[in-house]
């Protein structure tokens, strides 16, 4: 069965830090979406994209965060100085088109800014 | 309440037995999916209900709609130990899937 793949599974970085969570999709599957789930809270989306570019994205999804296709298959969330906060799990997930699919997440990046 | 409220928040039962999951949502929408998650784990898809249809079957899962009290139901039959994991309900409408806080099934073998 197809799977979205996500690296690292774990990273640790010290607040006001860069990171960069990866995600490599599912071929042909041409919607990508990150989302994230903080310790014992819901699972809460966070932004989509299709055809290059943001498609939708949450109050949460503030100038810290951006998304990017560099090569045309990964798909990455790059949160450009960290907070306390944004400790969390991050999944990515993908859906061959717009309405009416199941997503395929990830297993996720656990995220602990210290 | 906000969209996508599962009910209970916590189910404890034995081996062998049914388990009912519920949600409720606020808005209109195209479909209405349920994940399941193990501890620490990714969100696997179960199954996907449109909002023109009533009831779904997959396995040992049954999933109704009623979509003029905006709730929906998740029956496991003849539970298994492994099917221990938190079950989401998730309403796909304008944007991307909004998902609820789970109910968390606990099967004692």
């Known amino acids: 069965e197809p799977e979205v793949t996500q690296t690292p599974s774990h990273q640790v970085t010290q607040m006001g830090q860069e990171v960069i969570l990866r995600c490599v999709p599912i071929?042909?599957?041409?919607?990508f979406y990150w989302y994230r789930q903080i310790l014992g809270q819901k699972v809460e989306f966070l932004v989509s994209?299709?055809?290059?570019?943001?498609?939708?994205k949450s109050e949460i999804f503030d100038d810290q965060f951006s998304v990017e296709r560099p090569d045309g298959s990964n798909f990455t969330l790059k949160i450009r100085s960290t907070k306390l906060e944004d400790s969390a799990m991050y999944f990515c997930a993908n859906t061959p088109g717009m309405e009416n699919y199941g997503y395929t997440f990830g297993s996720g990046t656990r995220l602990t800014v210290v | 309440s906000q969209q996508g409220e599962e009910d209970p928040q916590a189910l404890s039962i034995q081996e062998g037995e049914n388990a009912t999951m519920n949600c409720s949502y606020k808005t209109s929408i195209n479909n209405l999916q349920w994940y399941r998650q193990n501890s620490g784990r990714g969100l696997v898809h179960l199954i996907l209900?449109?909002?023109?249809?009533r009831e779904k079957h997959s396995g040992r899962l049954r999933v109704t709609l009623d979509t003029s009290k905006k709730s929906s139901s998740l029956l496991i039959t003849a539970s298994r130990a492994a099917d221990t994991a938190s079950y989401f309900c998730a309403t796909d409408a304008e944007r991307a899937l909004t998902f609820g806080s789970g109910t968390r099934l606990q099967v004692q073998p």
């Open positions: 209900i449109r909002s023109n249809e």
């Open positions: 071929s042909n599957h041409l919607y």
């Open positions: 994209f299709y055809n290059n570019e943001i498609s939708e």
